[in-house]
C-alpha cells in the first residue's frame, strides 16, 4: 500500500492567527489599506498590514502555437516600458469570464473563440489579498482595441520561444505573464 500524501493546507490551529478589529487605513478604486489587530497562535496579539485587492485576471491570448500577444505599456511605479499579457483588475463581483474577454478585446481588440483557465496564485501573500487568476485564450479574431482613458498600450505578436527567451534574460519581469508563459508551456 502507498503511503499518503499528508494535506499540507489543513487549518491548523497552530498556525492560525484570528482578527480582532479590521482597521482600514485607506480605501482608493482599486485597493484599501489595512493594519488589523489580530492574535497569535500563542494567544498574543500583534498586527498585520496589508493590501486588500479585489482579485484581477490575465489571459495569454494565442494567434498560433507558435505566437503569443502581448502588451507593451509604461508602469509607473517602476518607471519602465513593460511587455505584459493582457489583464485587468476585477469589479465587485464580476465574473472572471467576463472581465477576460472585456479587458482582452480592450487591450489587444481580439475576441477568443476558446478561453480555457490555466492558474491562480496570489503575487504578494505576504502583504496583500489579492488573487490573480490566470486564463489561456486561442481562435482569435481581430477587431478594434479600446483601451481605458488612461491606458496607452501597444498589443504585439511575439513568437513564444522569443517570450520565454525573454524571461530567462530578464527582460519579461511582469509576474503575471512569466507564470502564465511557464505554466503554458507544456500545453503547446
Known sequence: MAPQRPDYFFPDPGLVERRIRLKPLYRGRAVSFHVDDIRLPNGRTATR????????????PFLDQDTVVLVRQYRYPVGE???????GKLDPGENHLACIKRELREETGYTARRIRHLIDYWPTCAFSDELL????????RPGQGAPDHDEFIEAVAVPFREALRLVWKGRIKDSKTIIALLAARPLV
Open 49 to 60: 498590514e496589508y493590501l486588500h485587492h479585489h482579485g484581477a485576471v490575465g489571459v495569454l
Open 81 to 87: 516600458v513593460t511587455l505584459e499579457m493582457p489583464a
Open 133 to 140: 487568476r490566470l486564463y489561456i485564450a486561442d481562435g482569435l
